[in-house]
């Protein structure tokens, strides 16, 4: 009864506003700038063109307004180097093994790469992004819901204020209904560990209703977190897209600026004073005449004015922004500009160091969303054996423990030149750094380990049945080894001596 009392005067503050308002004074702005950032992502960034003072409201709607999306070439970047490749799940346990490949097939029917990467978008994006594990019971079937950071509020629990009591996850929807007054509804879900209930509430009628609720069967909110770098002082993530949004909206401004330099300064304007009369003919062999200036009065002039159009110094600053954007994002030039790109090809060890920043920016990320990978693994596997009746409510907890998922992300680093590649793998092998499994896994990232042990001896049987022999072309690898600790050598001893060779 304590609770129900709680969650329906939560759903009330949530409803009316009060609970809004406490949550606003150091939320609201940064729920702003979410907006906004989606804004930038998609590309609707005329609306942030300024409009000076002074400057008319036809001038204004006149002018050019060029916009350049770089908002979303550096969050695709981010989500490109983390979730924008397969990403490997392993179990030990073959039970746990045939519950996740039943949860993820129906997706992997659309591919899962997309859906990873739209959770980690909205995280880049809105800071955080809540996917709640949902339980169909018609179907059977256990999904994931992803909801927006500015959607969602965090409650701390009351007997350890560091973690999560309750979550209110709050949105506005189209319900397709075609009377206006229903046509768009607010729907409010609360979960604690104990209960969980979903209200819709109409703002325009003023009634809300209870669409469902119920004991929580799991002593754990279904739902997790995934943040590009987590905030020890809130419940939210830390995201960098501000700041981009920031350079994004200067830029955009710089080159409106700019346009509107060109236009109006990069042409000679006639300007002629005079007292008396003239006659202006416009010809190439004919000018300008002026009656004789009459005492008292100024000479006659006319002159062609041509204004200091700042281009240079404008583009320059231009540039310079794009450094600083391409500096703190950790994004290669290549991503923002094209230019960058010209030239003869890079080794792949040239390209590795020119892509340190970014591979650096990668593994923070990796290193902050593979553990909510792993927990959200974890907590589908579980709640579908609960809701499938494998386990018991009182088995979960030390279930959940016991459910281990190995989490691989696909290596984003430039590969090798063929050679060189072949060398590396061959002395790798030679001292057991890597096996012939992670070879197969380079080549086939979807595959589990165990497919890649049985792809391997596929192959020698196969080998063995056409009489090949599969040591064969060691010697060359072993022989192109050796040279190329030669060649070290030499380069190594003559920086010794001096540079002398």
């Keep these: 009864?304590?609770?129900?009392?709680?969650?329906?005067?939560?759903?009330?503050?949530?409803?009316?506003?009060?609970?809004?308002?406490?949550?606003?004074?150091?939320?609201?702005?940064?729920?702003?700038?979410?907006?906004?950032?989606?804004?930038?992502?998609?590309?609707?960034?005329?609306?942030?063109?300024?409009?000076?003072?002074?400057?008319?409201?036809?001038?204004?709607?006149?002018?050019?307004?060029?916009?350049?999306?770089?908002?979303?070439?550096?969050?695709?970047?981010?989500?490109?180097?983390?979730?924008?490749?397969?990403?490997?799940?392993?179990?030990?346990?073959?039970?746990?093994?045939?519950?996740?490949?039943?949860?993820?097939?129906?997706?992997?029917?659309?591919?899962?790469?997309?859906?990873?990467?739209?959770?980690?978008?909205?995280?880049?994006?809105?800071?955080?992004?809540?996917?709640?594990?949902?339980h169909n019971k018609k179907s059977g079937l256990t999904y994931f819901e992803e909801i927006r950071g500015e959607y969602v509020s965090f409650l701390p629990d009351p007997d350890n204020p560091r973690d999560i009591g309750t979550v209110i996850i709050d949105y506005v929807y189209d319900t397709g209904d075609p009377n206006p007054q229903k046509k768009f509804m607010r729907r409010i879900e609360i979960w604690d560990k104990e209960k969980w209930v979903i209200y819709l509430h109409s703002d325009s009628m003023k009634q809300t209703q209870i669409l469902d609720q119920g004991t929580n069967p799991y002593s754990f909110i279904p739902g997790v977190r995934f943040q590009p770098l987590q905030d020890d002082n809130t419940f939210y993530g830390i995201s960098s897209v501000k700041d981009i949004v920031t350079v994004n909206e200067v830029y955009n401004n710089l080159w409106t600026s700019l346009v509107r330099i060109a236009t109006f300064q990069s042409f000679s304007i006639l300007v002629v004073t005079t007292d008396?009369?003239?006659?202006?003919?416009?010809?190439?062999?004919?000018?300008?005449?002026?009656?004789?200036?009459?005492?008292?009065?100024?000479?006659?002039?006319?002159?062609?004015?041509?204004?200091?159009?700042?281009?240079?110094?404008v583009e320059k600053v231009l540039h310079t922004l794009k450094a600083e954007l391409q500096n703190f994002s950790h994004v290669p030039e290549e991503v923002l500009s094209s230019a960058g790109s010209q030239g003869a090809p890079q080794s792949g060890y040239a390209l590795r160091i020119k892509r340190i920043p970014i591979e650096n920016a990668w593994q923070e990320r990796r290193e902050s969303y593979g553990p909510s990978l792993k927990k959200m693994v974890k907590m589908a596997v579980v709640i579908d054996q609960l809701n499938g009746r494998e386990i018991t409510p009182q088995e979960a907890p030390s279930y959940m423990e016991a459910v281990q998922p190995s989490i691989i992300f696909t290596d984003t680093q430039p590969g090798l030149a063929p050679q060189e590649q072949i060398i590396k793998d061959q002395h790798e092998l030679q001292y057991g750094v890597i096996s012939p499994v992670d070879l197969v896994l380079r080549e086939h990232p979807e595959m589990s380990r165990e497919d890649a042990k049985q792809h391997i001896i596929n192959n020698r049987k196969e080998a063995e049945e056409l009489g090949i022999s599969m040591m064969e072309g060691k010697e060359d690898a072993d022989e192109g080894y050796e040279n190329l600790n030669r060649r070290l050598a030499v380069v190594e001893g003559g920086a010794g001596r001096g540079g002398e060779e």
């Design 1 to 134: 009864m304590a609770t129900e009392m709680l969650f329906k005067d939560l759903a009330e503050q949530v409803i009316n506003g009060s609970f809004g308002a406490a949550l606003k004074e150091e939320r609201e702005q940064e729920i702003a700038d979410i907006g906004k950032a989606w804004d930038f992502y998609y590309g609707e960034q005329i609306k942030y063109i300024k409009q000076y003072r002074g400057e008319k409201e036809e001038d204004f709607i006149d002018k050019d307004k060029p916009t350049f999306n770089y908002t979303r070439a550096i969050i695709d970047e981010y989500v490109r180097g983390v979730f924008g490749k397969p990403v490997s799940i392993t179990f030990d346990d073959e039970k746990q093994t045939a519950t996740w490949d039943k949860i993820i097939e129906p997706i992997s029917f659309f591919d899962v790469v997309p859906w990873y990467k739209s959770v980690q978008r909205i995280a880049e994006i809105s800071d955080t992004c809540l996917v709640m594990v949902r």
């Design 276 to 313: 008396g009369t003239m006659d202006v003919v416009v010809a190439p062999t004919r000018f300008i005449k002026f009656e004789k200036a009459r005492e008292g009065t100024r000479s006659s002039d006319a002159k062609y004015i041509t204004p200091s159009a700042k281009i240079a110094e």
